[in-house]
């Protein structure tokens, strides 16, 4: 599989990155070793997890996915074939991470954390720790189409960026971390890092987490410069919107054992008009002889902006055809073709 370097760093990574936020609920630990197996006997080298998964966020199932990863490295002493991410929570009032208190992007959170995960993962450091979500209050994955309350509310104890950056300085130099990234962030912000780390104030993020998909194409035009402007990389996650890409949703389906049947937790890709442009990507796919899910996920491996796409799946039957994205040619036709639904449906699950 392509690999493909990411930020400024030495590091290459796979074009298609293995996402692990089902292991511990939908997944078993067997299952979840099953496929690192598979992923990795096919070229993918990346794995992405958090402190908070699995998903969805529970006090009794958190750093259940980091044990289970953990669980592989002890059985199989690969740590070195991969190339690992996890998480740290930004802002929360939820204070089960924290042992009874809310958490911000502080010092002693984070490093109390990092050395959570660090046992979980039972590994000695961590190749991209990325902040899970900014401190200050932004729209969960950054990029509104619209603003619906202004002036935005600010925490009176905002964590400021330099703050949360020196720490990051401090992990890199004592070798916990590599590097570390952003996820659900926006153009400000983003800027904001980058320009605190011409400073001198601490390193570069190296990365970017933030969903995209033909529903949600919001990382295009603003963030898009920025990371190519400033080699921030993309790491995309929800290229299926959380399943409605894959077909089995259409015409109000509900299969037994999805994530929709199961947790009902699916609102950001119920928006109005979501269902009818989803089922018009779906058999825009159907069209040209491709399963959607295949299709979804080929458009997004295939940006040119792209560093690796964060697939997840609860069947090797799923991951397999998530891996396949990356050996789909994407052709001028389909771009043409999804271009089209996009000008009529914009984003409607940003």
């Known amino acids: 599989m392509n690999k493909r370097p990411l930020g400024r760093t030495s590091l ?9 936020m089902t292991w511990g609920q939908q997944n078993t630990e067997a ?19 958090a402190e908070l998964y699995s998903i969805p966020p529970k006090a009794e199932t958190q750093g259940s996915t980091e044990k289970i990863i953990g669980s ?45 995960s660090l046992r979980n993962l039972r590994t000695d450091y ?10 200050r209050r932004i729209g969960w994955g950054s990029n509104p189409t619209r603003i619906d309350l202004w002036p935005t509310p600010r925490d009176q104890d905002e964590v400021p960026i330099a ?6 300085a401090d992990l890199i130099k ?14 400000w912000g983003t800027m904001r890092f980058v320009a605190e780390s011409d400073k001198g104030v601490g390193p570069r993020p190296v990365s970017i987490q933030n969903a995209y998909n033909l529903l949600n194409r919001t990382f295009e035009v603003n963030l898009a410069e920025v990371c190519d402007r400033e080699n921030v990389s993309l790491l995309a996650y929800s290229p299926l919107a959380q399943g409605y890409l894959t077909g089995k949703y259409d015409h109000g389906g509900l299969p037994d054992g999805s994530r929709k049947a199961l947790f009902n937790r699916l609102q950001r890709y119920e928006t109005p008009n979501s269902a009818v442009a989803a089922l ?27 560093t690796s796409n964060i ?13 396949a994205s990356a050996e789909v040619q994407w052709t001028e036709e389909m771009q043409k073709a999804v271009d089209e639904l996009h000008q009529r449906f914009g984003n409607p699950c940003p």
């Not at 703050?163 to 990051?168: A, F, L, R, S």
């Open 31 to 49: 299952e979840g070793h099953a496929q690192i197996d598979f992923a990795l006997d096919r070229g993918v080298n990346f794995l992405d997890t």
């Open 280 to 306: 018009a990507y779906n058999e825009l796919a159907r069209g040209f002889g491709i399963e959607p899910a295949l299709f979804a996920n080929a458009f997004v491996t295939s940006r040119p902006f792209m």
């Open 126 to 135: 961590i190749d991209l720790y990325q902040l899970h979500w900014p401190d």
């Open 163 to 168: 703050e949360t950056m020196g720490v990051m």
């Open 12 to 20: 290459r990574v796979s074009a298609v990155c293995l996402g692990t």
């Open 72 to 116: 592989w490295f002890a059985r199989t002493g690969r740590r070195d074939e991969v190339v690992l991410a996890t998480k740290v929570v930004g802002r929360t009032t939820n204070d089960w991470f924290r042992g009874g208190r809310p958490s911000k992007l502080v010092r002693g959170d984070i490093e109390h954390a990092l050395d959570r």
């Open 311 to 323: 697939i997840g799946a609860t069947s090797i039957a799923q991951l397999e055809v998530a891996i």
């Open 174 to 187: 004592a070798g916990k971390i590599r590097h570390y990234g952003l996820s659900n962030e926006s153009s």
